[in-house]
């Protein structure tokens, strides 16, 4: 139905940044809200940053002032700038799209995830 690519991870030092990107594709006819979960080595997948069609964010309280969420409607988009990058922040990250297959059935997709490592 729906299909989520990732990309933009890797490795970088405390205080680097990365731009994580996550296209949509398949059969949408519209997209509700875009975000970006991650999980690190044992512990809960958690919520980082997610975007409404209108433009509405939330951020987690571990990455405001850091992160900056933003999407591209007409590429079916999102993108996830993280800045001032702490080790903490090493985990992998997963692009999340709640997205209406047509104009009644409402469902979750997700992205394959892309590992971003923060070396001390």
């Known amino acids: 139905q729906v299909q989520l690519v990732e990309s933009g991870g890797g490795l970088m030092q405390p205080g680097g940044s990365l731009r994580l990107s996550c296209a949509a594709s398949?059969?949408?006819?519209?997209?509700?809200?875009m975000g970006w979960y991650r999980q690190a080595p044992g512990k809960q997948r958690e919520l980082v940053a997610s975007?409404?069609?209108?433009?509405?964010?939330n951020y987690a309280d571990p990455v405001k002032g850091r992160f900056a969420i933003s999407r591209d409607n007409d590429r079916k988009t999102t993108y996830l700038q993280m800045n001032s990058l702490k080790p903490e922040d090493t985990a992998v990250y997963y692009c999340?799209?709640?997205?209406?297959?047509?104009?009644?059935?409402?469902?979750?997709?997700w992205g394959q995830g892309t590992q971003v490592t923060v070396s001390s």
């Open positions: 398949g059969n949408i006819f519209s997209i509700n809200v």
């Open positions: 975007i409404t069609a209108g433009g509405r964010i």
């Open positions: 999340k799209a709640e997205a209406y297959v047509n104009s009644y059935e409402l469902d979750d997709f």
